[in-house]
């Protein structure tokens, strides 16, 4: 059984403090790891992908994977309200190429 | 707005009553997944398909599921004698094959009473 590993939080920063969100995974020939951002009632919205070791950042994201340590993180620079949602960590199965997804993390940034 | 199309939004019925489901990809991606989300958890495969052929299907999809892709374009996903554990966030999502970023519709939202 795949499995990927949240903390369910919530997680709570003020405004402007960087968000840092953490996800493990269990299969270790996992090669593609996203991060949805998904607010309540709504579908999940693709946010960052990462395919390589190291840090990859787009505007105020930075995700972060460590296939060593089986290990993928997002930083959220300059948190805003707006940015109150849940957090889904998936990876993708090399095979049927499907998502296995965290329970996700929520977070809560307070004005 | 992804470009992938779910009808309905929202689904509320009976138990027992059976229900209908349909998703339209972007029009360029030739594989589509079907997924559940129940509350608090993330959403969980169901089955998918490449072009017309399904291709697999979850252990979680029991024998009232049944999903179409007639023609390699918009897919259906029907429940038969829907229970109150069907109640749930269907979502579907394509995606190009070989490609690796998932993009998800809205979802139907199934109620059963």
């Known amino acids: 059984q795949k499995e990927v590993e949240q903390n369910s939080g919530p997680l709570s920063v003020p405004e402007g403090a960087i968000a840092s969100l953490n996800c493990t995974y269990s299969d270790r020939v996992s090669q593609s790891f996203f991060w949805y951002r998904q607010y309540s009632g709504k579908s999940p919205e693709l946010i960052m992908s990462?395919?390589?070791?190291g840090d990859k950042e787009d505007g105020r994201f930075t995700a972060q994977l460590n296939k060593a340590s089986q290990y993928v993180s997002l930083l959220i620079r300059d948190s805003q309200p707006s940015d109150s949602a849940t957090y889904l960590c998936?990876?993708?199965?090399?095979?049927?190429?499907?998502?296995?997804f965290g329970s996700g993390t929520r977070l809560q940034v307070q004005p | 707005d992804t470009g992938v199309s779910q009808d309905p939004r929202h689904k509320i019925t009976k138990r027992g009553q059976n229900v209908t489901f349909r998703c339209d990809p972007i029009s360029e991606h030739n594989r589509l997944y079907w997924y559940r989300q129940t509350l608090g958890q993330g959403p969980e495969f169901l089955t998918y398909f490449q072009n017309e052929a399904q291709l697999e299907k979850s252990r979680l999809l029991s024998d009232r599921f049944s999903a179409e892709r007639p023609k390699g374009s918009f897919s259906t996903l029907e429940i038969q004698r829907t229970e109150q554990g069907d109640s749930a966030m269907y979502l579907c999502a394509s995606i190009l094959a070989g490609g690796g970023e998932q993009y998800f519709g809205p979802g139907t939202r199934l109620t059963v009473t």
């Open positions: 998936a990876v993708l199965d090399t095979g049927r190429r499907a998502l296995t």
């Open positions: 990462i395919y390589s070791n």
